[in-house]
Nanobody
Framework: AVQLVESGGGSVQAGGSLRLSCAAS????????WSWYRQAPAKERKFVSS???????TRADSVKGRIAISRDNDKNAVYLQMSSLEPEDTAVYYC????????????????WGQGIQVTVSS
């Protein structure tokens, strides 16, 4: 089974930076799309950024200019570099993996990470 493990969260002061990591295991030779979402307390889960297997990048308007998403296919990992963090960025961050093509097999499934807390204090 596909498994995602997130790391890199924690507490930071406003204006600081963090890099979130999400490492996948349980599959090989797949074309994948990655996304990051976040969910603040008592709020709905919202899209943050994504990167496709073709390296197309999308970012939410709320984080443009403050985040950078990147991918390491050899490590089956995705990263979210965040800077100029604000208290409004406080949330649980989730990575999402979507598989499309694994060794010639047409696969379309979705896996979520466990979520990792980011807390930004003023």
């Amino acid at each position: 089974a596909v498994q995602l493990v997130e790391s890199g969260g924690g507490s930071v002061q406003a204006g600081g930076s963090l890099r979130l990591s999400c490492a996948a295991s349980g599959f090989r030779f797949c074309e994948v799309d990655w996304s990051w979402y976040r969910q603040a307390p008592a709020k709905e889960r919202k899209f943050v950024s994504s990167i496709t297997s073709h390296d197309n990048i999308t970012r939410a308007d709320s984080v443009k200019g403050r985040i950078a998403i990147s991918r390491d296919n050899d490590k089956n990992a995705v990263y979210l570099q965040m800077s100029s963090l604000e208290p409004e960025d406080t949330a649980v961050y989730y990575c999402q993996l979507r598989r499309h093509n694994c060794a010639g097999l047409l696969i379309d499934d979705e896996t979520w990470g466990q979520g990792i807390q980011v807390t930004v204090s003023s």
